[in-house]
């Protein structure tokens, strides 16, 4: 790809996956830590801001960055890569005259929206949990256990690592929910007793749906996280029958194609249950780039992808052709050990990111998956002394080239233990 192309990001650890690409990478970042001196190295062209904005879009329309853009974009428009799109990035997009490698908002919104994408895929016959939409105050608590069960399942249309979803034991805990959002439109749905499936996947321009195999999440609240959200994935397809696996994908085929009626273009992925009897639901949509690409981009490049679904992404915005992109299985684990949900905290004390051993005891310096030797090391991403870390934040990231849950699909106890103590080196306030 011979367009540059620049990624605006709080989180430089994000970028790994990227850097791994034959692109002309320019990164714009909140603040210096190993990994941007490693992309330095590798000679990617840094501008760090030194600032506590943790806002891509804040970050966008500094003119420092204003600067860095235009001195080395020449004479082309640059070319903005995003995580997560919003607004507020469209209009600097807009009035700057960027070309944004991302989809607009709106599009983001029509298809991420939990509200809205349960509507979509009821009309379009794709399975999901049995639930209603409506607003609170409109329902009552028994109409809605009655209809459902108990416990069910409460989520708003935005919400991000499982912050706007509630599973409801009891009517005190509906009439909190609904004494504070009163009249908001909600999904409820079932609760279903099954584990959590992810994939990536990605439209390209010519309209095709690239489709990678499914991961096990990690979910429930280990280590004090919300009991909704997930602190890791596994990709490892031996949990997942085969007819499984091929439902996932007949699911994401027909997501993908309605996606791209409707000019949406490159990464998203699914959420799905799978129930103890076996049955594939479809959960959610993340209508973007997901919290797993760089791994998940180290973990194909590692195995000897010259195509990955990350190329395909940014190359189905420039309209670039790309070479056949070949679907792999392959094992890698990533843990994820979050902060208070209530609260913002600061890093008093941490320990250097790098490779570890199983003992604890630092090996060398890294930035990912990537940098491991041997089969037991495994790679973590401590935050920086210093570090402000939003509510319900990623603290610390372990990344491992091997399996973490057993077939009951919890962390065998060695990662448990291993994550403590990780969690134990890092002192927040």
């Known amino acids: ?79 903005i890569l995003i995580f997560k799109p919003s607004d507020k990035i469209d209009l600097i997009v807009k009035r700057n005259g960027y070309k944004l490698i991302a989809n607009q908002c709106f599009l983001n919104k029509k298809f991420e929206d939990k509200v809205n994408f349960y509507q979509l895929c009821l009309s ?30 409460v989520q708003f249309g935005r919400g991000w690592a499982g912050s706007t979803t509630f599973f409801i034991y009891d009517e005190n805990k509906y009439l909190e929910l609904q004494k504070k959002f009163f009249g908001t439109v909600i999904k409820f749905s079932q609760k279903i007793d099954g584990i959590t499936v992810l994939n990536n996947a990605c439209v390209t ?11 096990v999440q990690i979910a429930g609240s280990l280590f004090g996280g919300l009991e909704s959200s997930t602190f890791g994935r596994q990709w490892s397809g031996k949990f997942i029958s085969n007819g499984q696996k091929t ?64 190329s395909h992404h940014i190359a189905s915005f420039l309209r670039e052709k790309m070479p056949g992109w070949q679907n792999q299985e392959f094992v890698g684990s990533q843990v994820s050990l979050r902060g208070d949900p209530q609260k ?3 890093v008093k004390k941490s320990l250097p990111q790098g490779v570890y051993d199983e003992n604890l005891r630092f090996c ?32 610390v990231s372990l990344e491992m080239n091997r399996e973490v849950i057993n077939r009951k699909y919890k962390l065998y106890p060695e990662i448990r233990q291993l994550s403590r103590s990780v969690l134990s080196k890092v002192n927040c306030e």
């Not at 379009?124 to 108990?150: C, E, H, N, Q």
């Not at 321009?205 to 690239?210: A, C």
């Not at 041997?374 to 603290?395: C, D, H, M, T």
């Open 1 to 79: 790809m011979s367009s540059p192309i620049f990624f605006v990001t709080p989180d430089a650890s994000r970028t790994v996956g990227l850097a791994l690409l034959p692109i002309g990478l320019f990164l714009v970042t909140e603040r210096k830590d190993y990994t941007v001196a490693w992309l330095q190295s590798q000679g990617i062209k840094t501008l760090v801001l030194s600032s506590n904005y943790n806002n891509t879009g804040k970050m966008l329309e500094d003119g420092r960055t204003v600067k860095f853009l235009s001195d080395n974009s020449k004479t082309q428009a640059p070319n």
């Open 124 to 153: 379009s016959r794709i399975p999901v949990p049995r639930g209603m939409i409506a607003k609170f105050g409109d329902v009552t608590f028994s109409k809605v256990a009655d209809t459902l069960g108990i416990p069910f399942v």
């Open 205 to 215: 321009w010519e309209g095709k749906v690239l489709i990678s195999e499914p991961a």
């Open 247 to 310: 439902k996932i994908r007949g699911i994401t085929q027909i997501v993908g194609s309605i996606m791209a009626k409707e000019g949406y273009l490159g990464w998203f992925g699914l959420d799905f249950v799978i129930s103890q009897k076996g049955e594939v639901l479809l959960s959610e949509n993340n209508a973007r780039l997901t919290a797993s690409f760089s791994f998940y981009t180290q973990l194909e490049v590692l195995a000897g992808s010259d195509s990955t679904l990350l």
């Open 344 to 346: 913002v905290s600061y």
């Open 364 to 395: 060398r310096y890294g930035v990912g998956v990537r940098d491991l030797k041997k089969a037991s090391e495994v790679y973590i991403g401590f935050p920086q002394p210093g570090e402000r870390l939003p509510k319900n934040s990623e603290i």
